[in-house]
Structures are given as C-alpha cells and as structure tokens.
C-alpha cells in the first residue's frame, strides 16, 4: 500500500479504555510507513501519554465533549484545513464527539469509525445519518458487530478487529517476588484482576465469589488492582466480609504492571469496561496467566473455554468459586493453561497484526472511494 497521511481523533483526556490502544494503532501505522497526527483533548494523561510515545498531536483543537458551538465550529475549521494542507486520506474517529467533527471536515478524505464499546452504537436519528456518511467501521468485538448490524449499518463497511497487546512488555518470566512481598501475599494462591474500581466492573461478584473458594483454598489471596470511585464501598464489603488480610487493594499500577500480573496465579475480570476489548485479559494471557472471565464483551472470543480459562456458566458467585478452584487445584492444569494463553497472545492478538488489518480497512475503503 502507498503512504497514506492518516489523521486519528479521539476527544478523550483520560489514560484509560481506548487511549492506548489508539497510541499503539498509530505509532504501528507509522512503522509501516504512513504520516500519522493524531487530535486528543488537551490537558490531561491521554495527551501526555501520548507525547511520551512520540506522537505528532495536532495543535489548536478543543475536542471538547460538552456542548459548546464555538468549540465545534472552530474545530471543523481547523480540521478542513489540516486535511486541505496535509492532504490527509482517512480521518480516523474513536469517539461519538470526534466522529461528527470528522465527517463535518472530510472533504475529499475517508472517515472510519472504530466502536469500543456497544454502548456507543446508537440507533435512530441523527446518527443514522452520521453512519451513511461513513465509508468504514471497525468493531473492537463481534457483540458489537452485531449491534452495528442491528442498527442498519451496512455489513460490508463493518470489520471486526480484536485487540492487541505488547507481547515484549507482558511476558511468563517477569520477576513475581518482589510484589509478592510488598503485600504479603505469602506462599498460596493468587487471584488478581487488573481493572478500574467502578459499578459495572464486577468486583462484587469476583469478592463473593472468592469468598466461598476460600473454603477449599483458605492460604488463597484475592489482589484487586485498579482505582475508581467503587474504592470505599469495596473495601466496607471486604471488612464485613472478615477477609481485609485475604483481599488486597493495591491501588493503580503502570510501571510495574508486568511484574504485578506475574505475582499472579490465576486472573480474573468480571466485566468489559471502556474499552470491550478486554486489554486486561490479553495481557494477562500474555503474561502466561489464566484467565477466569464472564461471558461480556470481547471475552467470549479472547478466552478459549478449557484451554486459556475458564467462561462462566453463570453470573453467580458460586460459579465464580468453581471456576477459579477448576484451575487453581490444579498447578499442571493451571499451567498448560498459561502457556496456551501465551501461544494465542502471540498468534491472534500481536499488534503487528492489528495494524495490518486495520490497513486493509483502509486499502479496501480507498479502493471504494475511487
């Protein structure tokens, strides 16, 4: 494919759900060769995140999601005149704000939408018009897909294309000891799940659920990583529970996210979040660790049932028990089930891979355009 001048927005300040994977999507594009700008809402970690990974941001865009037209009309014009200038081929919009704001500039440029999560997909006016104004759409999951579909949106401008994860930085040997010790998580068992401490992420039903295993597994630990407003109504539930020395909050890791997962024995997430990708997931595969997930998002298509985990049967706390002691009794199961998790990091969800496809997208919309 030729060098394409590719413009990504995502009107997002926080360094959570869709940011990275944007970052990893464009620097990829530009190791294959393409021109690539991407707009971020300024002012916060997404934007620093982003200058620390080299990215060229645009300057001069608000990308402000509440309603000011002064903001929008300044943008469209700022963005008419960066594809007029820079030539730009696809506008790539992440979010539902950007998304108008690139069809508004397109001029003779492609728009391409990628959905991370259903929510997102709405049905009736006006996004229907929004949508036939789109030349392509990348859904992160086959649940969204669907939705897509159901909302009218033609199925051969929708593409799935799953997650990637950095399978240099999450690797089987990172050095598990000294998080281990840092919260004395002694020689048993340890359940973790990396994930941000909010209502819809689950953490009541994995806490009960790890409540009853400990009746078959009393030396187990549970290590719940992650920040969010949920943090006080979860600790209160672990103390009522009697388990504050079992269950671990560790607070927000990044550094040393490597070296946390691999303090791990069994990991686990309970709900999608921002990003239905489950990034979480396919690091912790990455990382060599089985993965006990509910049936959300993109879960149902990252772990295979019996060979990298275990998908619950039910949203119950007693299948959340039995699936974890199903691998966790079992140290050479539980194993076998960390490398097979590792073999398809590697083979379904390497980012290398991720930016071919979306490429094509490209290539193929391009080759409709003209």
């Known amino acids: 494919m030729r060098s394409l001048s590719i413009l990504h927005l995502a009107a997002n300040r926080w360094w959570t759900g869709s940011a990275d994977p944007i970052i990893r999507l464009a620097r990829g594009l530009e190791e294959r060769g393409h021109r690539v700008r991407l707009g971020v809402t300024p002012g916060d970690r997404f934007e620093a995140k982003a200058r620390e990974a080299g ?65 997102a997909v709405r049905g009736g006016w006006p996004s229907s018009a929004l949508y036939r104004r789109t030349d392509g759409v990348i859904a992160v999951s086959r649940q969204i897909q ?27 040997d990172a050095d598990r000891a000294a998080v281990r010790r840092e919260f004395g998580l002694g020689p048993g068992p340890v359940v973790g799940s990396v994930a941000r401490l909010a209502p819809t992420r689950g953490h009541e039903l994995l806490i009960h659920g790890f409540a009853r295993l400990l009746g078959r597994l009393p030396d187990a ?126 083979a379904e969800f390497n980012p290398e891979r991720r930016v071919q496809q979306v490429e094509q997208v490209y290539g193929t919309v391009l080759q409709r355009r003209a």
């Open 221 to 346: 630990r549970l290590l719940l990583v992650g920040k969010g407003e949920m943090l006080g109504r979860l600790q209160a539930l672990v103390a009522g529970l009697g388990l504050s020395g079992k269950i671990i909050f560790s607070g927000y890791r990044d550094h040393d996210l490597p070296e946390v997962l691999a303090a791990m024995d069994c990991f686990a997430l309970m709900g999608a979040g921002s990003d239905e990708s489950c990034r979480a997931a396919l690091e912790a595969m990455a990382a060599g660790k089985p993965v006990v997930a509910r049936r959300v998002g993109a879960l149902p298509e990252t772990v295979v049932d019996g060979e990298t985990g275990v998908l619950l049967g039910a949203d119950q706390p007693e299948a959340v028990a039995q699936a974890l002691l199903e691998i966790l009794a079992e140290p050479e199961r539980q194993r076998r089930m960390g490398k097979e998790g590792r073999r398809r990091a590697e």
């Open 146 to 172: 669907a939705r897509c579909r159901a909302v009218g949106i033609q199925e051969e401008r929708v593409w799935t294309i799953g997650g990637g994860v950095d399978l240099g930085r999450f690797t089987p």
């Open 55 to 119: 990215m060229a941001l645009v300057p001069g865009l608000a990308l402000t999601v509440r309603f000011s037209p002064i903001a929008v009309v300044r943008d469209v014009a700022r963005l008419r005149r960066l594809v007029r200038d820079d030539r730009v081929d696809v506008l790539h919009a992440h979010h539902s704000h950007d998304h108008w704001l690139a069809t508004l500039a397109r001029g003779p440029a492609v728009v391409i939408r990628t959905f991370h999560t259903a929510r």
